[in-house]
């Protein structure tokens, strides 16, 4: 109680700071480049909205001006020898993989607190987030630091999260609004600026990467979680984890690090690797195959990949749910 207490005075408290969007565009102390900033999320806002046909809110109508680079700092644990989340449990929303606070020194001791459970840890700052419809969310300062098409990215990604949420999936969650906020930002800046738009191109070699990364990411950490299983307890030291983790930035520095065109990827080979960190890969990346698959079976059609992914609301397991409906889509195509 102690937590939702404390969590529930944060999130008031940023509420009570926001003012409207036209009010801070009329503000002479914002900087130029933010009201740039600005415009373009509402932009990107509208186009969720009337283009994608994302659920229609009051989100991004407002701004907060936070003072600080981060709106929550996030924490995530995983057990050492189990490809495994540590999940805490939340009113409405279920099962989750994550806590997040409004203060870093609570992070921190947060942390301290699993890794003396012999937890595997990570902690991160966090730019943006979604209430799921509980609040009207405002614009942050942090989120303007982004690039402009990381921005566009953001806002529909979060728009993704309004529109759909499935409780006690949060990895699936993630999947699809990572899928969905790297698609509809394509279709943004291809309405915007038109098949010659650099920017495009930009989004487009990204978004090939991604798909070149996830499929990686999901082959080593399938291949991560088979070793766990197979090591005798006996044999396993902290060392030897390491060791076997750190084969999996090799393996990315050799074989696909060449293939990628852009720099999205550049710090994975010296990042410090532990299961709390692969599983934030496994949450956002893995499997994003499957999506890809679905949306090509459905034309391309934005509102029509979502209407489907919906259907899977109330499946035991999403994930297997999505794959199933692949199955069922590719059969029915075959026939006609």
């Known amino acids: 109680m102690g937590y939702l207490m404390k969590s529930g005075y944060g999130q008031m408290k940023l509420l009570g700071s926001r003012v409207p969007i036209e009010e801070a565009l009329q503000d002479p102390k914002l900087d130029e480049s933010k009201k740039q900033k600005l415009r373009l999320a509402q932009e990107a806002r509208e186009f969720a909205e009337k283009e994608l046909h994302l659920k229609s809110t009051k989100n991004y109508t407002s701004y907060v001006e936070l003072g600080r680079p981060y709106v929550t700092y996030v924490v995530s644990a995983a057990y050492r020898w189990e490809l495994k989340h540590y999940q ?80 006690n999936s949060a990895d699936f969650n993630e999947r699809l609004a990572t899928f969905l906020g790297n698609k509809g930002a394509e279709q943004f800046y291809h309405k915007k600026e038109g098949t010659d738009s650099p920017t495009l191109k930009q989004i487009q070699n990204e978004n090939a990467d991604n798909k070149l990364f996830s499929l990686f990411i999901s082959g080593e950490l399938k291949d991560l979680e088979k070793w766990y299983k197979d090591l005798p307890a006996a044999e396993r030291s902290e060392s030897k984890r390491q060791e076997r983790i750190h084969l999996i930035q090799e393996k990315f520095t050799k074989e696909l690090q060449p293939q990628l065109k852009t720099d999205s990827y550049k710090k994975f080979p010296e990042a410090k690797l532990n299961n709390a960190r692969l599983l934030l890969y496994k949450t956002y990346m893995q499997d994003l195959g ?47």
């Open 88 to 167: 805490w449990s939340y009113p409405f929303m279920g099962k989750m993989p994550y806590k997040g606070y409004f203060n870093e020194p609570d992070a921190l001791e947060e942390e301290k607190e699993l890794q003396q459970e012999d937890l595997d840890t990570y902690m991160r700052g966090v730019s943006a987030y979604s209430t799921l419809g509980w609040f009207n969310d405002p614009i942050l300062s942090s989120m303007l630091r982004y690039d402009d098409y990381d921005l566009v990215n953001t806002i529909i990604h979060e728009t993704v999260h309004t529109t759909l949420y499935i409780k």
């Open 290 to 336: 499957d999506f890809e698959r679905l949306y090509e079976l459905l034309g391309k059609d934005y509102s029509r990949f979502i209407e489907q992914c919906k259907t899977l609301e109330k499946v035991k397991d999403p994930s297997q749910g999505l794959k199933d409906l692949i199955v069922s889509l590719s059969t029915h195509a075959k026939k006609e």
